[in-house]
């Protein structure tokens, strides 16, 4: 038989959730406030690159953290998923699907109205890091919606 060896949870699940809301959303703030306030070069300034650094390790660490395995571990384990582990790691995962074709909806219609209105536009470097750090953030999606599902074992058996 064919065991899962589950990476041990490191962090609780209090630290899990908030690092879940600080580290995307630091890294969007990061992202696009580093194609907002370009150097004078027109480069990405270094605090810039140094916050996106730093919030892509936190989101690395969360995302290999023990309670989010369900989201990545290979086909050939899930049979050992029972049918409730499964239906919550396919929830979390068209959860996430809906919020990503959301939010590029909501990018699309921006780049409308900026376009007409004349509204601040990333140049093209800048759209590729914005691009980049939202794609990031898109794979851990579904493990931050675990996170946030997850109930938290009382002590009281």
Known sequence: MVTIVRVPARFSLRTAKFLSIAAPLGLALSMFGGAMFLGANGQVQLVFHVL???FMLVCLALFIDGRTQATNVPERFDPLFDERER???DRAFRNSHKTIIYAVFALCAYVALALRWAWWLPDVHGALHITLGLAFIA???PAIILIWRERPISNDD
């Open 52 to 54: 996106r650094l730093f």
């Open 87 to 89: 239906a919550e790691r």
């Open 139 to 141: 794979m851990g999606l």
